[in-house]
């Protein structure tokens, strides 16, 4: 396999699909234990298309995200991502792949020592080319965005969680990442919170171009998707044809 090399591929992430998946099967355990969790799964997601992907607990949802973001390796069949095949990647072509994609969860997952500003920061220490500019400012103005002006310095402690969830978002999207991946981020939020956090993915995704993938149970948000697909024991049983009234 050749190194993954994410930035040759960027700039044709708008002629191809950014997630190209074709027949993706994946396993967990060995031997007797051997199960599978993934079967034949295909499925193209476009640059900018916020897509919902949707279903029941145990159908493979998240083991799908995370083959995407590149969490763990693909085993069988196809998975490219900005172009590059990373079905049977190494460490370091996943970390690669990892720099180039923003990342939100149900668990927030902030350093509890660190404020909202040195969160988001740290994002951005992971490039190098943002290392030359004044990165207190990015992560300041990308809190901003995400109407958290006034809590800069507030540890996490200090937050409630839809204001934890803005600072996981601003997060991910500071360094412009081109794909996000949101695993349940609204499962722990109140209603206005939870909507006011996938507007807040939608709008700034918007501006900066980028491709979202949520997975969700949350049926008051699938409005702001421009596909929902459907997934059930381990198969995309739909890529998104009249599967909102499914779901509804």
Not at 106 to 133: C, G, I, P, W, Y
Not at 157 to 168: C, F, I, M, N
Not at 174 to 197: C, M, N, W
């Amino acid at each position: 396999m050749q190194t993954l090399n994410v930035s040759d591929s960027a700039s044709s992430a708008t002629a191809n699909p950014v997630i190209s998946v074709q027949n993706l099967n994946h396993y967990f355990g060995e031997g007797n234990l051997r199960k599978q969790a993934l079967f034949d799964v295909n499925l193209d997601i476009n640059a900018g298309e916020i897509v919902i992907m949707t279903g029941p607990s145990g159908s493979g949802k998240t083991t799908l995200l995370t083959l995407m973001g590149g969490l763990r390796s693909a085993q069988e069949g196809s998975l490219k991502i900005l172009g590059q095949e990373i079905c049977g990647a190494n460490k370091h072509q996943l970390t690669q792949l990892r720099r180039n994609i923003g990342y939100i969860f149900q668990a927030h997952n902030l350093m509890t020592f660190l404020t909202a500003k040195q969160n988001v920061r740290m994002s951005l220490e992971l490039h190098d080319d943002s290392l030359n500019q004044d990165i207190d400012a990015m992560a300041i103005a990308m809190l901003e965005n995400v109407g958290l002006g006034n809590r800069v310095n507030y540890y996490p402690d200090s937050l409630s969680g839809g204001q934890k969830q803005r600072v996981a978002i601003a997060r991910a999207l500071v360094s412009h990442p081109k794909i996000v991946l949101a695993d349940e981020p609204t499962a722990a939020l109140d209603k206005k919170s939870g909507r006011d956090v996938v507007e807040i993915m939608q709008t700034l995704a918007k501006e900066q171009g980028c491709t979202i993938l949520l997975v969700t149970h949350d049926n008051r948000i699938l409005d702001i998707a421009d596909r929902i697909i459907y997934m059930e024991d381990g198969r995309l049983v739909s890529n998104g044809i009249d599967i909102a009234a499914k779901v509804s």
